[in-house]
């Protein structure tokens, strides 16, 4: 605000303080207002640069704690896990497997996941069988083929993970990274254009 003398009367010599708007009629206060243009493309490019980081968050940070990732492609052990979930393995020592716990093994090449029926110690293999299997696998799994036990699973995720494990997938997330940057770049030249102007006028 602005403070100006200005005369108590006219017969006496005296001055007062009077106190008087700084704001002069039709001038316009409080902060610039941000235009809708910027604000969309910071907001979008956000967005795409977030969707990315929790897309891969699933198939990476399991592993950063040395847990282990697959797809699940048939229905062996449905209800329980149906096709189509991504099942996350950690690893266990053989002697530490129960009764209807749920192991990941190797076999002829492949990742099998099936509910353990029985675990012979002495023999050193495990009795296995698919939840939705009427009988028990043929084959005992040797200790030697156990890659772990399941800690969890996420349904439906599995195809995420075949899209971003493809090249195709790869290729399109680098472009929505770049997309994603460089509309956040684009927002911050037009609010820096748009603060010129205002300042100039």
Not at 13 to 30: A, F, L, N, V
Not at 88 to 105: C, H, L, M, Q, R
Request: aromatic residues 8%.
């Amino acid at each position: 605000m602005v403070f100006a003398f200005v005369p108590e009367t006219e017969e006496k010599g005296t001055y007062i303080m009077k106190e008087q708007s700084s704001m002069q009629p039709g001038s316009i206060s409080g902060k610039r207002s941000r235009k809708p243009l910027p604000a969309l493309c910071r907001f979008i490019g956000t967005f795409v640069l977030v969707a990315i980081i929790i897309a891969f968050l699933p198939l990476t940070l399991p592993r950063v704690v040395g847990w282990e990732v697959y797809e699940v492609v048939s229905g062996s052990m449905e209800p329980e896990i149906p096709v189509g979930s991504v099942i996350y393995v950690k690893s266990a020592e053989p002697e530490e497997i129960g009764t209807g716990d749920i192991i990941a093994f190797q076999k002829n090449g492949s990742v099998i996941t099936h509910r353990v029926v029985e675990n012979r110690l002495e023999e050193r293999e495990f009795i296995t069988k698919g939840d939705a299997n009427r009988t028990e696998d043929m084959t005992p799994v040797a200790y030697e083929s156990l890659v772990g036990k399941e800690a969890f699973h996420i349904p439906q995720v599995g195809f995420l993970m075949t899209v971003l494990a493809g090249t195709a997938g790869k290729v399109y997330v680098v472009f929505l990274a770049i997309g994603g940057v460089m509309l956040r770049m684009f927002a911050g030249i037009l609010e820096r254009r748009e603060g010129e102007k205002e300042d100039g006028a």
